[in-house]
Structure formats: C-alpha cells, structure tokens
C-alpha cells in the first residue's frame, strides 16, 4: 500500500476479514452480515476507495468458480479419504471441483490454507476440522461465508452440519461389550475439545455406569487421532498389573496402533485382550483383522456435506443455519470382540 494505490486485500487487512468478503460488499451481495458491512464502507468512504475494473471483474467471478475447499485433519486416515471421496464425487456431479488439505489439527495451518483457498475463490468451504471453539470457523461464520461441518461440531447451533450421533454409538458398543461379560474396559480416545471425541468418551462413560461398572481414570487415554496413539496408549493400558480386558480404540484408525501393540507385547486379539474401534473403514473387514466396529457411513456424510454446502451457495438469502443432520449408528460385530469365545453370536 505505502507510495501505491489502495487494493482490496488493502481494505480486507484493515476490517480483519477476507477479500472475498469486501467484494461481496462492493457487489452488493446479501450474505456479509451488516455489522462486517458497515465497518467496509466506513473504510472505502474514509480512503475514497475505487477499486480497479479489473479486480471488480475477478471479484464477479469467485461466486462463480464451482470450487469448493475441503479441510481434514489428516487424509493418511481412512475415514478421512472415505468421506473426501464421498465429498469429491458428489461435488463432480454437480459440476463442481475439490481442493483440499491436511491440517493436522495446526491453526495456524488451517489459517494458512483457508486464505489460499479464499485467493483461489473457492465458493464455500467444508471443514472436517473443527474444535469446540473455533476462532477461523467463528469468523467465517461471522461474514456468512458459504460453509458445512461434517463430522465434528463447534459448541452451539448456529452453524449447518452433517454428524454422527457418536455418544450413542459409543454407548452401543461399550454396552456390546459389557453384554460379553468385559468388565475391564479401556479406551484410548481423542482430545476433549473435539466433539467426536468429547461424545465418545461421554457414551462409554455412560455406558459403565448405567451398567453399575465404576470409570476408572486410569483407563483412559487422551490424545490426537492417530494410529500412534492406539499404539502407545495400547501398550501403556496391557502393560498394567491390572489391566484392561478389551479396549475401545475411539477410531478405528487408533484400533490400528493398538492392533500393533498387542502384536509387539507377543499377545492376541480377541484370546489375550478384545478390541473394537469406530467408523467402520475399509480396513476393518480384512480377514487378517475382522475388527468390531460401528459404522458411521463416512462416504454418505461428505456427500450429504457438498449437497447442503451448494444449495447454501445457491440460495444465500435464505436461513444460513438450517440445515442439521445427525446419522444413525450401527454395530458391525467381527471376531476382534470376542463373542464367539464369550458364547454369543454376532446379531
């Protein structure tokens, strides 16, 4: 800006929004909340600013780059690439395109990407990201800008998204277990200020104490979703002098690591420890594995997340947060539970 004309990234810098969203201003789009409003033209009326033909012209385009932006915490998961392919087929028959990104739950990356996305003129985002609180979600919000959660929440209603209902299928599973006649039951689950996890955790607690089984502390495992953590949880849980009878990996890419340290301590699944995990990838039914898990139809939810993000898109006049979808849980019973050895069949 210093010895040069005021550009829209100059004004966008000076309101702490995108440039997408001062475009919409000067467009006179609907969807810029009209407190966000205000302080642009504050700003464009105090530098006189007249934006280049040019740049109003690109500005035109970004509601019409049938580009939509995808945030994932880590595309190595499975459930991850099952819903990003869900996500990108649904958007292809639509015409539309998918960029996307691993964040590994970084801020500061998801920061990074969101603004290369918004430069790029993506028309909407879906983000599978999400934390309870979430500063850059909360700020799109804010400007109304097109977006859909899959997966995960923010804290509240005030947002569109598609979830699993991951306290009851925790709760089903937990109790699956408790009906073999576990009741040494350890978990190895994701951080509290993820919803998928946070629920998860509740349904398995809940679980033990309407069945009269005391929560121990000790039995349970915090960290990232990932398959290191289901091996670093799993050998510090069969490692006790009174340890776990079966473990609940919080995903089944966590139920992976712990597959690898119960091969590493010389035991096995389900004669030496039972385990099960959540989400139901395409991995779960190898033979070699047979995992018992619950299916969340990842693929389903990233095709429901596009449907609802382009008629979000298409009709931004009407209620930005209507649109809430919660799916159903479903027991998928495999050898890794141990029922054939505790006497009951799988249903």
């Known amino acids: 800006m210093p010895g040069g004309k005021l550009t829209i990234r100059d004004i966008a810098k000076m309101a702490n929004v995108s440039h997408t969203t001062v475009s919409r201003v000067l467009n006179k789009d609907s969807r810029v909340r009209e407190e966000t409003k205000k302080k642009i033209v504050k700003l464009i009326d105090k530098y006189d600013f007249k934006p280049d033909p040019r740049a109003r012209v690109l500005a035109m385009k970004v509601r019409k780059s049938r580009l939509i932006g995808l945030l994932l915490p880590d595309i190595r998961n499975p459930f991850y690439a099952e819903m990003a392919r869900g996500i990108e087929d649904k958007a292809n028959e639509d015409g539309y395109n998918v ?3 691993s964040t590994d739950g970084k801020p500061e990356r998801s920061e990074a990407y969101v603004n290369l996305m918004m430069r790029t003129g993506v028309d909407g985002l879906i983000f599978a990201t999400a934390r309870h609180h979430d500063s850059l979600i909360e700020r799109l919000l804010k400007e109304k800008f097109p977006i859909v959660l899959v997966s995960r929440k923010l804290k509240g209603e005030s947002f569109n998204y598609v979830v699993f209902d991951n306290f009851k299928g925790a709760y089903d599973i937990t109790k699956h277990l408790i009906e073999l006649n576990y009741k040494k039951i350890g978990i190895i689950i994701g951080p509290s200020n993820i919803s998928t996890a946070y629920d998860r955790l509740k349904g398995y607690q ?61 035991m096995h699944i389900p004669n030496d420890v039972a385990l099960v995990g959540f989400d139901d990838t395409e991995f779960s039914s190898n033979k070699k594995i047979n995992l ?13 997340g596009v449907q609802i993000l382009i008629e979000v898109i298409d009709k931004p ?31």
């Open 317 to 347: 006049e009407s209620s930005p947060y209507t649109h809430k979808v919660i799916l159903e849980p479903q027991i998928i019973v495999r050898e890794s539970c141990g029922h054939k050895l505790r006497g009951k069949a799988a249903d």
């Open 206 to 266: 809940k679980a033990l104490k309407d069945n009269d089984i005391p929560v121990r502390q000790d039995y349970i495992v915090h960290g990232p979703f990932e398959k290191q953590l289901g091996y670093e949880g799993a050998k510090k849980l069969l490692q006790m002098k009174d340890r776990p009878e079966a473990i609940f990996g919080g995903s089944d890419y966590i139920a992976m690591g712990v597959i690898d340290a119960v091969e590493e301590l010389g």
């Open 292 to 304: 018992t898990t619950v299916s969340q139809g990842e693929y389903r939810m990233g095709q429901l």
């Open 99 to 101: 960029i996307f990104c």
